[in-house]
Nanobody, 122 residues
């Protein structure tokens, strides 16, 4: 079992930045691909970004490419999502997840955090 706890969400103005963190415990963090997903009210959960076990390979949704950066620190069992140039449409609950494959499908991720709210509004 892997436990994931997100933090760093909050209210930010359009154009601002936030850094989300996801701390893992319970199993070998470095053996998992990590992903970030988000879910806005009334919408399905969608893929945001993913990172390979080593951190060398990353993958982003087109909607966040160039604005968000995913990274991980295996020594600290933590994955991050740096979000810049935030837009109101980025408002959602953000979840981190752990899986075995670097894919975008939510069903392929086995472990999920409880989520952290990000609100982009003036």
């Amino acid at each position: 079992q892997l436990q994931l706890v997100e933090s760093g969400g909050g209210l930010v103005q359009p154009g601002g930045s936030l850094r989300l963190s996801c701390a893992a415990s319970g199993r070998t963090f470095s053996s998992y691909v990590m992903g970030w997903f988000r879910q806005a009210p009334g919408k399905e959960r969608e893929f945001v970004a993913a990172i390979s076990r080593s951190g060398i390979t990353t993958y982003y949704a087109d909607s966040v490419k160039g604005r968000f950066t995913i990274s991980r620190d295996n020594a600290k069992n933590t994955v991050y999502l740096q979000m810049n140039s935030l837009k109101p449409e980025d408002t959602a609950v953000y979840y981190c997840a752990a899986g075995d494959l670097l894919v975008i499908a939510t069903t392929r991720y086995r472990y999920w955090g409880q989520g952290t709210q990000v609100t982009v509004s003036s």
